[in-house]
């Protein structure tokens, strides 16, 4: 079954030093998502990309943050100056995203996240 | 647009059936229900898309509401493996986004 794959699983950092998520979603997916989840909370929206380019952003995502999809299969996060606070499970999710609501259609697929450490 | 969801935890005995709710003032073109083991990402459990849907999933049974502004999960003979946090998804067509409810996390005592 196809999915969407995230590396590094866990990173630990040092507070200010730069940081890159990559995630590779599922190939035939037009729609790519990044969310954030604080240990034991809900999952919280950060950004969406279609057709190369952010369609949505979060108030959460703001100018330390970055995504691109660099060679058309990764899809990058960049956190440009790390705090404490970005101490967070970061999920990547895709989605095949159709014009009508058809069964199936418009759901995530996520990927196993990536565990970052701000220390 | 707010997704409430209640209860946030539920502690049960193996074998007993429960309900998870999800409530919000605003439409939604679709209702998801996702489910998050420890240390993993969010799987889907059921999409709904139609006003009233009922949909099952084996023990699983979604409905989404005739006003698509509600829904519930039921899980029947609960088993240890259903542990996890169970999250409800409103998705907008119009704009393209999903919002998650804060999560209900089951406990089942075996």
């Known amino acids: 079954e196809p999915e969407v794959t995230q590396t590094p699983s866990h990173q630990v950092t040092q507070m200010g030093q730069e940081v890159i998520l990559r995630c590779v979603p599922i190939s035939n997916h037009l729609y790519f998502y990044w969310y954030r989840q604080i240990l034991g909370q809900k999952v919280e929206f950060l950004v969406s990309?279609?057709?190369?380019?952010?369609?949505?952003k979060s108030e959460i995502f703001d100018d330390q943050f970055s995504v691109e999809r660099p060679d058309g299969s990764n899809f990058t996060l960049k956190i440009r100056s790390t705090k404490l606070e970005d101490s967070a499970m970061y999920f990547c999710?895709?989605?095949?995203?159709?014009?009508?609501?058809?069964?199936?259609?418009?759901?995530?697929?996520f990927g196993a996240g990536s565990r970052l450490t701000v220390l | 647009q707010l997704l409430e969801q209640s209860p946030q935890f539920l502690s049960i005995q193996e074998g007993e059936n429960l309900t998870v709710y999800c409530n919000s003032s605003s439409v939604f073109s679709s209702l998801q229900w996702y489910r998050q083991e420890p240390g993993e990402g969010p799987v889907l459990l059921i999409a709904?898309?139609?006003?009233?849907e009922l949909t099952s999933n084996g023990r699983l049974t979604a409905q989404f509401g005739i006003t698509r502004k509600d829904s519930f999960l039921n899980i029947s003979a609960s088993i240890p493996s259903d542990v996890g946090i169970y999250f409800c998804a409103g998705y907008s067509y119009n704009f393209n986004k999903f919002y998650f409810g804060s999560g209900t996390k089951l406990n089942v005592k075996p």
């Open positions: 709904l898309y139609k006003a009233g």
């Open positions: 990309f279609y057709n190369n380019e952010i369609s949505e």
């Open positions: 999710a895709s989605s095949i995203g159709t014009v009508e609501l058809l069964s199936g259609a418009n759901v995530l697929t």
